[in-house]
């Protein structure tokens, strides 16, 4: 459906249920929400900007309504006020310091589809919908607005009817109010006061808005800090002012001297809500961390990234690629977590869906096994691009890994056939032909991920198989016998092998909502915690991929995150 048309039609009955509700609120239930108004959330984007946020968006609207990112509404809205929106109310203007989009009410008679009203306005949406982030707009308000008639807003809403409202003059009180709802259920506005200097001089609202919380500020400090009803969904951006109606049930008619009303806005802006694309932390011997460096302007669209050999020395190098474009990128890194191309392939075939990289040729470079889940084809290639064996293999819906029986052999290839509950080794012959090796038949058929490491001892690898939505970890030895097993509080979302203690032998991170633990196996063979970064902030949950590799060089397995768009 048409963008305008989807939100005009939600548009009449969320309005009605959203003053609904702050006439509801206003008079009984203004108690029964946390508000948390504590300066540490001083997250202003002067702050945002220190710690590398990006401006991803903006409109300084010199002088022009930008059509290509906005467009005016054409509504009747006879329910809670008494005008008409215009597109043509809404227009660049300047005076003689900022030029402006402008949105004119105005004082005039005029014959609508909901029968004869007596004032125009204008309700500006944007074209784009937006998630999370900093959001900022620098308004002007005309003095009139101040004489109860008039209800300029900047809010967020979607087609859920969820909305973030920055803020809305209450035509009552005089005073700047904001809220925030889901589903239009208990939206919350809080009264923070009159602000008659919005009508002398350009101020600046702005929110900034995560999962879990949202900050709003007036003029770069923070008046309102919200925990509960916080939506979810990206929204659209709306400006509007709205006429009389149920912010003040006295002003059943408009005064004619209170016109024209104009509401100023000198610019939008729009940071992103995540920091970083890509981030590398550094651990010790006692897992303690440090960030080595956060990469901004990483392509944020890899749909792999995965650790390598390509230069034959102590730092891990990294292979992307990125189906869509058949693209295939080799880098080196520099050991302070800074990546330079090595090699740009940019007509592999865009069907692989699942890519390991290891040393399967025993050269000590690493090679690339690439497997399509449909067709079950296995193709092996080197870092120049040359195909060195294709294979096919008959099972799918297979979960592919490498596997290493002695640190002196080159890879095999690990295949668990999860509709058949079998493990399967391919050792790699000296035509580099694959030759079926061990078979494994008792393995679950519920599990989705898979992960290979030395977990046991340092010279055979071991087999971690996980179920992610159960939470549960099922350690085999490379021979298939099962040894241990672990069930974690909740899902997983990913997990990451390597030595990040330096004793030795591998260890397993894993990584999910709201935590970040590190597991061992004891002397019982027992997969314990040994060590959380819960609430680590380097440590948040909207990583896509974590990988382990000798990034600063040190003996220690340090960690990779990178979060695809």
Known sequence: MNIKLK??????????????????????????????????????FIDMSRTGAKLVFNDEFTNSFNLKEWYGITWCDTFSFLNYYLPGNIYGSQDKDYNFVR???????????????????????????????YYEAKVKLSPSGFEKRFCPAFWLYNDKRDAICVFEIDAKTNSVTSNNA???ISATFRNHGEKDEISEEFKVFGIYWTKDLIIYYYDNKIIDTQRVLVPKDSMFVIFNTTVGGAFNPNAKTVNPSAFPYYFDIDYFRYYTERPTVSRFIALDESSNFRIMTDNLDWEDDWDFVLPGNFNNDEITDLFFYKRSEGKAVFSLGDGLGNYSILKIHEDWSREWDQIVIADFGGSNYSDILLYNNVSGKLELCSIDGSINHVWQFSGRNV???????????????????????????LSINDEMAFDATQIFIDYSTSYDKMYVGY???????????????????????????????????????????????????DELMIYGQDYDVFLKLNRKNELIPYKSLSGENAFNDGWDFIISGQFDGNYASDLMFYDRK
């Open 7 to 44: 939100l005009q039609k939600v548009i009449f009955f969320s309005v009605i249920v959203f003053f609904y509700f702050y006439l509801l609120l206003n008079s009984s239930c203004k108690d029964d929400f946390q508000t948390d108004k504590v300066n540490t959330y001083n997250y202003s």
């Open 182 to 184: 889901i589903a239009d």
């Open 455 to 505: 977990l046991t001892n340092s010279e055979k690898m071991d087999i971690l198989l996980v179920n992610s939505n159960l939470g549960e970890i099922s350690l085999f030895t490379i021979s298939g016998k099962k040894i241990s097993s672990y069930k974690n509080q909740g899902s997983i979302k990913l997990a990451v092998i390597g030595d990040f203690d330096c004793d030795n032998r």
């Open 103 to 133: 949105i004119e009410s105005k004082y005039e008679d005029i014959s609508t589809p909901c029968g004869m009203l007596h004032s125009t306005s204008g309700w500006m949406v944007s074209k784009r919908l937006y998630g999370y982030g």
């Open 399 to 425: 979960l592919i890994s490498n596997i290493s029986a002695s640190l002196s052999k080159p890879d095999d290839i690990l295949i668990y056939n999860r509709p058949e509950g079998e493990g399967v080794i």
